[in-house]
């Protein structure tokens, strides 16, 4: 079994290729924290968590299109948040965007993230196929 790189334009790559966005191996396919940085470096959604929310988990569905999977494949998410206040912003971008069963998921409320404009970060585990 290999490991293959996973890209697309909808999803821009990390700068310096310092790590992946997205891996598969397998049926398995792992994907790293996701922001919600825009091409401008701009936070997509604003100041706002649920904005900011919705891209990521938008940004999270075009890497699992991009490996031939959907977010009903998503088994596990890990949520950084800058402000555990929030976290019903984030929930109700959650609901909007996965269907049940939801996947497990765990939240942590971080100090900060790449820049300090970034109110959430999202990485998830999928399992191509598993929603058939």
């Given at each position: 079994?290999?490991?293959?790189?996973?890209?697309?334009?909808?999803?821009?790559?990390?700068?310096?290729?310092?790590?992946?966005?997205?891996?598969?191996?397998?049926?398995?396919?792992?994907?790293?924290?996701?922001?919600?940085?825009?091409?401008?470096?701009?936070?997509?959604?604003?100041?706002?968590?649920y904005?900011?929310?919705?891209?990521?988990?938008?940004?999270?569905?075009?890497?699992?299109?991009?490996?031939g999977?959907?977010?009903?494949?998503?088994?596990?998410?890990?949520?950084?948040?800058?402000?555990?206040?929030?976290?019903p912003?984030?929930?109700?971008?959650?609901?909007?965007?996965?269907?049940?069963?939801?996947?497990?998921s765990?939240?942590?409320?971080?100090?900060?993230?790449?820049?300090?404009?970034?109110?959430?970060?999202?990485?998830?585990?999928?399992?191509?196929?598993?929603?058939?």
């Amino acid at each position: 079994m290999s490991i293959r790189k996973i890209t697309t334009p909808a999803v821009p790559e990390p700068p310096d290729g310092i790590y992946s966005n997205c891996l598969v191996v397998g049926d398995q396919i792992f994907l790293a924290g996701i922001t919600a940085r825009g091409a401008d470096g701009k936070p997509i959604g604003g100041a706002d968590m649920y904005g900011q929310s919705k891209a990521v988990l938008e940004k999270i569905g075009r890497l699992l299109a991009a490996a031939g999977a959907s977010v009903a494949d998503v088994v596990k998410i890990t949520v950084y948040v800058t402000d555990i206040a929030q976290r019903p912003a984030f929930g109700r971008a959650r609901g909007e965007f996965f269907g049940e069963p939801k996947p497990c998921s765990t939240m942590v409320e971080v100090k900060g993230l790449v820049t300090p404009d970034l109110l959430v970060e999202v990485d998830a585990v999928a399992i191509r196929g598993a929603s058939r």
